[in-house]
T-cell receptor, first 112, second 112 residues
């Protein structure tokens, strides 16, 4: 069974600070990694994709991937109250390219 | 606009009843997926289909059935054999290998 692990939180951060979310995965052959944001009662929306080791930045979001350590992280800079949500890490199944395994999610609370 | 449409938004099931959740996409995506999400949990894969007339069981297929007769449509039936069907059901699709999945708005199923 492929596993993706996240700290469930809540991760409480003051407005304007950096939120740092972590995710570890068990499938060493995984090649695609995604972060989704899910507001309460809503469906997940994609915020970042990353495929290569290193950092990828998109606006206030930075994804970091380290395949050797089987670790992917998400940084949210200048956190806003609207960033309060659950963030889901998803990793592809190396044996079935598009099939994803999701972590349980990290709940983030940004306090004004 | 292109997207994934799930219906209905809310559904109630009586004891011993089968119910069908609809998922339609106009993104021309080959692969489609059904997930179940319980409160405070991540997404668990029920069934997926990589191509028309073919589908595979996910991690929690017992008590569910699907069909894929058209590229655009991937309905999920929750059978009476599923004893704990109360959950948020999400349909997703993806357009290519290692591409992210995109989600519909979900169907919330409850027992009457």
């Amino acid at each position: 069974q492929k596993e993706v692990e996240q700290n469930s939180g809540p991760l409480s951060v003051p407005e304007g600070a950096i939120a740092s979310l972590n995710c570890t995965y068990s499938d060493r052959g995984s090649q695609s990694f995604f972060w989704y944001r899910q507001y309460s009662g809503k469906s997940p929306e994609l915020i970042m994709s990353i495929y290569s080791n290193g950092d990828k930045e998109d606006g206030r979001f930075t994804a970091q991937l380290n395949k050797a350590s089987q670790y992917v992280s998400l940084l949210i800079r200048d956190s806003q109250p609207s960033d309060s949500a659950t963030y889901l890490c998803a990793v592809n199944d190396a044996a079935a390219g598009n099939k994803l395994t999701f972590g349980g999610g990290t709940r983030v609370l940004v306090k004004p | 606009d292109g997207g994934i449409t799930q219906s209905p938004k809310y559904l109630f099931r009586k004891e011993g009843q089968n119910v069908t959740l609809s998922c339609e996409q106009n993104l021309n995506h080959d692969a489609m997926y059904w997930y179940r999400q319980d409160p405070g949990q991540g997404l668990r894969l029920i069934y997926y289909s990589q191509i028309v007339n073919d589908f595979q069981k996910g991690d929690i297929a017992e008590g569910y059935s699907v069909s894929r007769e058209k590229k655009e449509s991937f309905p999920l039936t929750v059978t009476s054999a599923q004893k704990n069907p109360t959950a948020f059901y999400l349909c997703a699709s993806t357009g290519g290998l290692f591409q992210p999945q995109h989600f519909g708005d979900g169907t919330r199923l409850s027992i009457l």
